[in-house]
């Protein structure tokens, strides 16, 4: 589905990511996971066509990422950063149906599509008269969430979505969005820096430092096998007690 191929990107001069080659299939979730600055957010923008590569390629469904061809590939992409990223001055329903309207879609399917996905995400539609600074830290992101759906895109980008949430609504909304992967097969790339949340939702565990990919896998890959020493560091710095139980849940 995604396919970077010896992609590299500099910002004045500096290099962010390296050169990086890295497949996505079709119908699964990967967790970019690192510390912050590590290329992890780089990776989403040349998926998405926000930024080109200094060099290699991106192609998404086998079609090159370009200036050009972004336009029509974001329509198929649904979008996520932290706290929803919901624009303030249209309510929640605005923000929900914007690329909706855009594309000219008529009232009753907006509704519609708007009602299916306030079922989805488990919200009361009632809610989406509210603008985003009357909403919850978690209602932001339901609402980003079924903003990223509205189009029923094949794949979805999340950017840390639920770093600013409390634990209580982070792992309510990690249920739901596991939930929302596995029922509609869709094909996720999803960047954290938070071990626990990387293991919930992802299929496969990418860890990076410093623009380059250490090792990817299976969380308990990972864990049991690091290939470097830093994936060790990074992995014990955030275990919680009593590793055998948290990685049997995960």
């Not at 249209?90 to 149906?97: E, I, K, P």
């Not at 978690?138 to 950017?159: E, H, T």
């Not at 890959?221 to 995960?250: C, H, I, K, T, Y």
Request: proline share 6%; charged share 25%; hydrophobic share 45%.
């Amino acid at each position: 589905m995604i396919a970077l191929e010896s992609v590299e990107k500099r910002y004045a001069g500096k290099v962010i990511l390296c050169p990086t080659t890295l497949e996505v299939p079709a119908r699964t979730c990967v967790s970019l996971l690192g510390p912050s600055g590590c290329g992890k957010s780089t990776i989403l923008r040349l998926i998405l066509g926000l930024i080109a590569p200094d060099a290699g390629r991106v192609l998404v469904d086998g079609q090159p990422v370009t200036a050009a061809s972004a336009p029509a590939l974001r329509r198929r992409i649904g979008y996520v950063i932290q706290d929803g990223g919901l624009f303030p001055h249209l309510t929640a329903a605005g923000n929900v149906a914007l690329m909706a309207r855009e594309l000219d879609w008529d009232e009753p399917r907006i509704r519609a599509r708007t009602e299916e996905l306030c079922a989805l995400v488990r919200l009361d539609l009632a809610i989406l008269a509210r603008y985003p600074g009357e909403l919850s830290g978690g209602q932001r992101q339901r609402v980003g969430l079924m903003r990223a759906l509205m189009l029923d895109p094949v794949l979805l980008l999340l950017d840390e979505p639920m770093g600013a949430l409390d634990p209580l609504v982070r792992r309510q909304l990690q249920d739901d969005l596991k939930r929302i992967f596995t029922d509609r097969a869709r094909t996720v790339v999803l960047v954290t820096h938070d071990m626990a949340e990387a293991a919930t939702l992802g299929d496969e565990v990418v860890l990076m430092r410093d623009g380059r990919i250490l090792q990817r896998g299976p969380m308990a890959e990972l864990m049991d096998a690091p290939s470097d020493p830093f994936v060790d560091e990074f992995l014990r710095a955030q275990r919680v007690p009593g590793r055998d139980a948290w990685r049997a849940a995960s």
